[in-house]
């Protein structure tokens, strides 16, 4: 099959059809189309060969040519594609390396087998073209909402139908046990576009938190606009979800506006996500407030926030245990949700319970420790006393304000525990020696005879060994493992121990031993200063 010129206007209106059909640029088709007849030409007239053909956009006139390139004379390989200078000269007048000498060839008679070799060609140029124009159009879509038709279902996944392509709902990102026919109409949250060998993957999900969010946008005139702007969302699907809301303008009620009239709003959600009962919260900056109103419709008695730990007690009523903890304990984790804090409730009974317990327990203290009288013990304890290096250290006035003591029994007090600690860092560092410690540990400044003594027991016994610790294994910490938070225990954490403390412990030891200069670590902290105040001047 030659290229002739009956045909030769029929090779721009064929590519113009299939860049319609498939919604591409008709010049990817045209250039799908130079390659393949480039190929056809280099198996007719040899593969060592470049041959290019070029067809021009306005006749469709197709152009064969063979080009050769000049190269150095020693590194001439290819004598059907390259030449050297001193061949080059029989062409041109000057040839330099790198210049090409281009000729035209005749037009190939495509046989069968280069005719079909040459369509393979141009449909997957035009696949792949489909595929790049169909990333390029739902990559910007993630985190939207699209409407769709249900195609099929394939084990339990629902092959969607979203116009200029597809899409897949996974069976775990449907809500409950809903279940969808072939035509159905579907609403779905893009949860993430991914390019793929296969081509584009695009996955939908209708149990993301942000889809509720998403529908509340569009039904909420006010969230669209900005003057409400949703803070958090958490969501047990089709069953309950809790949504946080604050609104900028004063005159508008946040909670009111997304419920909407008769709750017109809230109810149009609900329809859409299978029933699923929603609990629309006020935002409020301050986290125990925020809390309160994230427990609803739980009553709260008092908040206890652990900021380092990012943990949170709850007291509750004994009557408003079950309401707070919710069925299967659904309230009070879609409130740790909403709030990115772990809750512990307890009841007030519990609360004065442990109170009672903690308060025996330091009573024992210095029952034991002081040689005291339970009723002094207790009276200490009372006025907030909850250690032996408080009655210490303490300045002698704070024990003078203690109703019934005197200077006499205030100092013997300060006495006895100083005595006491004193015994127990000697014990301490007995410990520590036998366990291995060394004395480039024991002296380090910024660590007590106990310290010492843990980081022993841990295997951490010289300074070089306490330098190689990280923060927050020294301090403890969290750390995220799918979704939920898990304690990492600190050698130190039980000695109050900061992150910032310990940070500040172990760079001191760094530069003790010379593996830090103080001054590199100075101009390092100054320019992360400087950082900090540009940021802070942009964003004012």
């Known amino acids: 099959m030659a290229i002739t010129s009956a045909n030769q206007l029929e090779l721009l209106q064929t590519a113009e059809a299939v860049a319609r059909e498939k919604m591409i640029d008709p010049g990817l088709v045209i250039e799908a189309m130079e390659e393949s007849l480039a190929r056809a030409a280099k198996s007719r007239y040899g593969a060592e060969m470049d041959i290019r053909v070029s067809i021009d956009r306005k006749t469709g006139r197709a152009t064969f040519t063979r080009v050769r390139t000049v190269v150095e004379d020693d590194l001439l390989e290819n004598y059907q594609a390259e030449l050297t200078a001193e061949q080059a000269k029989q ?5 330099n390396v790198g210049d090409e000498i281009v000729d035209e060839v005749p037009p190939v008679d495509l046989g069968r087998i280069a005719a079909q070799s040459a369509k393979q060609v141009i449909l997957q140029k035009v696949r792949e073209a489909e595929r790049d ?17 249900v195609k099929r279902e ?44 296969r081509g584009p993957q695009v996955f939908l999900s209708r149990t993301d938190p942000q889809f509720m969010a998403e529908l509340f946008k569009m039904e909420v005139p006010e969230i669209y606009d900005g003057i409400i702007e949703i803070k958090a969302v958490a969501r047990d699907p089709g069953s309950r979800a809790k949504i946080a809301v604050i609104s900028y303008d004063n005159s508008i009620d946040p909670v009111g506006a997304c419920v909407g009239m008769r709750g017109s709003r809230v109810q149009a959600v609900v329809n859409e996500l299978q029933g699923e009962k929603i609990d629309i919260i006020p935002w409020n900056q301050d986290q125990a407030t925020f809390l309160v109103n994230a427990l609803q419709p739980a009553e709260v008695a008092k908040v206890v926030i652990d900021e380092e730990a990012g943990k949170i007690e709850v007291v509750v009523p004994d009557e ?17 949700q909403l ?20 308060f025996a327990e330091r009573t024992k203290l210095f029952v034991d420790a002081l040689d005291l009288d339970e009723f002094f013990a207790q009276l200490l304890v009372s006025e907030g006393f909850t250690s032996l290096e408080e ?26 525990a100083r005595d006491v600690i004193e015994e127990q860092n000697r014990k301490a560092l007995e410990n520590a020696r036998a366990l291995g410690a060394e004395d480039s540990l024991i002296n380090f400044e910024g660590l007590t005879p106990q310290m010492i003594e843990a980081l022993a027991k841990d295997d951490v016994k010289t300074i070089e060994d306490f330098a190689t610790c990280a923060d927050w294994e020294l301090a403890g910490g969290w750390t995220t493992v799918n979704g939920e938070r898990v304690k990492d225990e600190g050698i130190l954490e039980k000695f109050d121990v900061s992150l910032e403390e310990a940070q500040h412990l172990v760079m001191t030891a760094r530069i003790q031993l010379g593996w830090v200069d103080p001054a590199e670590l100075e101009a390092d902290e100054a320019e992360d200063g400087d950082e900090t105040e540009t940021s802070e001047e942009a964003e004012a």
Do not use: H, M, W
Not at 91 to 95: C, E, G, V
Not at 344 to 354: A, G, K, N, P, V
Not at 400 to 408: R, T
């Open 320 to 336: 408003q245990l079950s309401l707070a903890i919710g069925r299967r304990g659904q309230n009070v984790r879609l409130a740790s």
């Open 391 to 416: 009655v210490a250290y303490i300045e002698l006035d704070e024990l003078l304000s203690i109703e019934g003591v005197d200077e006499g029994t205030a100092e013997e007090l300060q006495a006895r």
């Open 91 to 95: 062409y041109l007048d000057d040839p």
């Open 339 to 358: 709030t990115g804090l772990d809750i512990d409730i307890l009841t007030e009974e519990e609360e004065s319970q442990r109170r009672q317990a903690e």
């Open 133 to 149: 124009r169909q990333f390029e159009e739902f990559k910007d879509r993630a985190g939207t909402i699209i409407n769709g038709v």
């Open 154 to 197: 394939e084990y339990g996944n629902i092959i969607v139908d979203i116009g200029r392509g597809e899409a897949i709902l996974r069976r775990n990102e449907k809500i409950g046990r809903e279940s969808y026919r072939p035509n159905d109409r579907i609403r779905c949250y893009i949860k993430d576009v991914r390019r793929e060998a």
